[in-house]
């Protein structure tokens, strides 16, 4: 049974407006969450993470929601651009090395 | 600075051959791990290596053999491949160490097998 579920296989925007990528966890010792991007034929590749002790963590376009009571994540992409066309994937951890993967959301970016 | 590399890019068994499937890594990180993605499962942890030494089995170990030959180098190995094992393979590494310490992985560009 997946602890972490993206539950939109799939995100299309326009070029400029914000994407906003939901995840939800079943797990409550969860404490660590990250966000991974993979591009087609490459390897996924960190993106932002949050702590549980947090319910924001900010980095340039890219900013990551937690709401712990709601078991809910969510990152938003303000403003989207064309690079951004990727997959998405939403990870949470306990003891600091099992990662348990969401699905997936692949995100594309219209000009 | 290569990060983390693997080898092969494709392979095509069939059911019943055996394969190694390579990784290695020159980020001098303690932490390597075997992942396989399929589609809408998002990916799995195979096998895990805390150090050279040591390894762990993760969420679907079944069918795999893993060897940490030293620091940079973490090997998966399909005994008898099935049709069930058809899926995009990933090495990863990390300089995890240990509880408490927030952990960012590093992902090589995967192995795409198919098992006929």
């Known amino acids: 049974d997946q602890q972490v579920k993206q539950n939109s296989p799939s995100l299309s925007v326009q070029e400029g407006r914000i994407s906003i990528l939901n995840c939800d966890y079943t797990?409550?010792?969860?404490?660590?969450f990250l966000w991974y991007k993979k591009y087609p034929a490459e390897g996924p590749t960190f993106l932002i993470s949050i702590s549980s002790i947090k319910d924001k963590n900010e980095d340039g376009r890219f900013t990551v929601f937690l709401n712990k009571s709601a078991k809910h994540l969510s990152l938003h992409i303000v403003p989207s651009q064309p690079g951004d066309s990727a997959v998405y994937f939403c990870?949470?951890?306990?003891?600091?090395?099992?990662?348990?993967f969401g699905a997936g959301t692949t995100v594309t970016v219209r000009a | 600075n290569a990060g983390v590399t693997q080898t092969p890019k494709f392979q095509v068994l069939k059911t019943g051959q055996s394969m190694t499937l390579q990784c290695a890594q020159d980020?001098?990180?303690?932490?390597m791990y075997w992942y396989r993605q399929d589609p809408g499962m998002g990916l799995r942890l195979i096998y895990y290596s805390a150090s050279e030494g040591t390894t762990d089995k993760g969420e679907v170990p079944n069918g795999y053999n893993v060897s940490r030959l030293n620091k940079r180098e973490f090997s998966l190995r399909l005994e008898s491949a099935a049709p069930s094992q058809t899926s995009v393979y990933f090495c990863?590494?990390?300089?995890?160490?240990?509880?408490?310490?927030?952990?960012?992985?590093?992902f090589g560009p995967g192995t795409r097998l198919t098992v006929l």
């Open positions: 990863a590494s990390s300089d995890s160490q240990g509880f408490g310490s927030p952990d960012t992985q590093y």
């Open positions: 990870a949470a951890t306990f003891n600091d090395y099992k990662l348990s």
């Open positions: 797990n409550s010792m969860f404490d660590y």
């Open positions: 980020m001098n990180h303690n932490s």
